[in-house]
């Protein structure tokens, strides 16, 4: 196993010095789902990823994945099929939603300066085996940092996307909202339940 990196108490001091470089964003972000999830609702609770964990949040804590383009959303999905060895077109229907997101205190782990406060090199986030560490028993780093910024009340990040090199995601920690902040499906109206 490589270098498990920083500790979770390492990582939450640095965030703490890290707040006054946390920006808010305002902005589009897209989510990639299967229809039988596509329900505001569901969309924006976080409760898949918190049952079962992911790059960025070991289990226990919701955290809701949106990127920043659809293409990256789709870039996402597919990736994870292929991961596991499932035929893409298992992956199919997909329901694509806009979320419109107001939020406060996000920190942006696609700025070098933020990751070097960290000590975090982007290779070493984008390359992890979250899933492989996990499985051994080992909190990879990405969600080491995913569990300092929820613990330290950040409302979400944004993340290089390992599914596209070029590609940012948007992670919001519902429970962390801001009462000033909005998150919200754009036209939920037009999804069937």
Known sequence: MA???????????RLTRLL???????GIAYRSTTPHYATEADLLTGEGSRRN??????IGIA????SLTPEIAMAETLAHHRYYGIPIEDAMPRTFVAIESALRVVLDFCDGGVRRRLQVSEERILTVDWRQEARAGHEPITQTIGRAVHEGKR??????????P????????PANLEASS?????RAENLHA
């Open 3 to 13: 270098n498990p990196g920083p500790t979770l108490a390492q990582l939450k001091d």
């Open 20 to 26: 006054p470089v946390a920006k808010s964003f305002s």
């Open 53 to 58: 964990g992911g790059r960025w949040n070991p």
């Open 63 to 66: 955290v809701v994945y949106a």
């Open 155 to 164: 409302e979400g990040m944004i993340v290089p996307s390992a599914a596209d």
């Open 166 to 173: 070029k590609g940012h995601n948007l992670l919001v920690f």
């Open 182 to 186: 909005s998150f919200r499906v754009f």
